[in-house]
């Protein structure tokens, strides 16, 4: 019931800030209307940078402390940021089509963040292909902080190098910025998406502690 | 509007992938219960 209630305030929360991006917040000048995708595509970026953030912590913390709980922190952080990263790579083509004339090119921005969504997928397959827990999780974690490495890449390849994706408006230095009724519209959103990214995350590391109790019971019954 | 069918394409694909992806947590979750349920009247059996 708990999570139903949640879950039906996040919607409202969600429904809300939506409505303020499309009423409140101005349309761009130079793009039109399209630009309103801004505000799920890059709320989503942050969001998935801080999903696997929490992967990468977690990752770590097992390596060093080998704690089960650890692990499921890891696995849960993994694929909630491959949802979002999922959303990026789809609502990134709509808006590229109708401005760039194409809906996808291989410059370092948009290739860095599909090898990303890659990584993770294979963070995912490899868990699925070992069965002991202790290995399965001790590689996944190695994986895990090897996959992280891209994070960065992602977030500074505008900075570091010619790409067609626009330069950063956020956190971009001189010059950059946004509207202020934008600002808080694009808040608003990262703030509600945050609170989406919370939930899924516990649902989530739930499922896995559930999956660890299913695994110890099957192992009792066989020894029975 | 020009280009509004697509803003509203994004958004309705984002929430739409957020929606399956919880309803597949909720799904998987549940059907761990039955097997944590299953198991552990096995195990009872077994003592």
Redesign the interface.
Known sequence: MKSIIK?VVLFVL?AST?YIAFNYAPIEKSM???Q??FY??IA?AFSAFVAFGTCFYANVRYVFTRQPKADWLGVAAAE?GL?FI??VL??GP??A??VWGIWWTWDARLTLTFVLGLLYVSYLLLRSMIEEPDKRALFSALFGIFAFLDVPLVYFSIRWWRTQHPQPVILGGAGSGLEPRMRVAYLLMWGALTG?LI??LN??Y??EA??A??EE??R??EV? | MKNLDSVLAAYLAGWAIFFLYYVSVARRMSSLRDEVERLKALVSKGK
């Open positions: 879950a969600i939506a039109g209307v399209i309103k995708i799920i595509h989503c909630v949802t999922l959303v789809i609502s709509i808006w089509h109708p989406l939930l899924l649902a989530r739930k499922l559930l999956r109790s299913v019971l099957r009792e019954a029975q």
